[in-house]
């Protein structure tokens, strides 16, 4: 059954409709029409089968047939992505979303390649947000994580987001294993998880997250590119947190 995304500012189930987007893809590529059911979820929970009731000027209006809201995952994972180069960022966003993350926050650390201004860091997040909501509507999610606006990480600090535990996967001799620095503390209901550029964080970087809390993980005995480290992280965090 197709499948189709309403913001939460607009949902609505006594008046369910898509927008302009939503509605191009319903009508001109899946070419469907008024009787025609499908899934809409809000990303945050809801979703609802309903059935297409009338089609005018390109707009479609939709009834209710059923509605169900989802729980949350028992911990919310948020990950601290220093952003690669090329699209291996939109990579990691629409496998976070897979993984079950509640928030992806690109990074601009020292050895980050991609520089971005203000207007193309909005832009970023954007294009970013949008790829989160396709891979939920793919893989059946109906939590959709929220993509913050790339920033430094002396940036994110500064903002003062809460958490239960602060990780970060690091090459350093320090570092500990995953299950082991999470069995340590009492169950974490909402998780920072770091994950650096190629070459690492910085040692300064590095000193600033250990000075805000976090503490460093090993992915294992193998290097692993930024992108593969990233899914690895949220894989292992998911098996220890989530059953």
Not at 54 to 70: D, F, P
Not at 113 to 141: D, M, N
Request: glycine fraction near 8%; aromatic fraction near 6%.
């Amino acid at each position: 059954m197709p499948r189709f995304y309403i913001p939460p500012h607009a949902w609505n189930l006594d008046h369910l409709s898509l927008d302009d987007g939503e509605t191009h893809h319903a009508l001109s590529v899946l070419r469907m029409g008024v009787g025609d059911r499908a899934t809409v979820f809000n990303g945050q929970g809801w979703e609802a089968t309903v059935e297409l009731v009338e089609v005018t000027k390109g707009r479609v209006r939709l009834e209710k047939i059923n509605a169900s809201r989802t729980e949350p995952l028992r911990c919310e994972i948020v990950l601290g992505q220093a952003i690669p180069k090329g699209k291996n960022m939109d990579l990691i966003v629409e496998k976070a979303t897979e993984l079950g993350a509640a928030a992806i926050v690109p990074l601009l650390s020292e050895r980050t390649v991609v520089r971005v201004g203000r207007g193309e860091a909005i832009e970023k997040r954007e294009k970013w947000q949008r790829v989160a909501v396709e891979a939920a509507k793919q893989c059946g999610q109906n939590w959709v994580p929220r993509v913050f606006t790339p920033q430094t990480p002396k940036e994110f600090f500064q903002e003062q987001e809460e958490f239960d535990c602060r990780l970060i996967a690091s090459l350093q001799p320090d570092a500990r294993g995953v299950k082991t620095v999470v069995a340590e503390g009492k169950r974490p209901k909402r998780l920072l998880i770091l994950v650096g550029p190629e070459g690492d964080f910085t040692p300064a970087e590095v000193s600033l997250a250990k000075a805000n809390g976090c503490l460093p993980i090993t992915l294992g005995p193998i290097i692993l590119r930024t992108e593969t480290a990233a899914i690895y992280s949220l894989s292992v965090l998911g098996h220890e947190l989530f059953h």
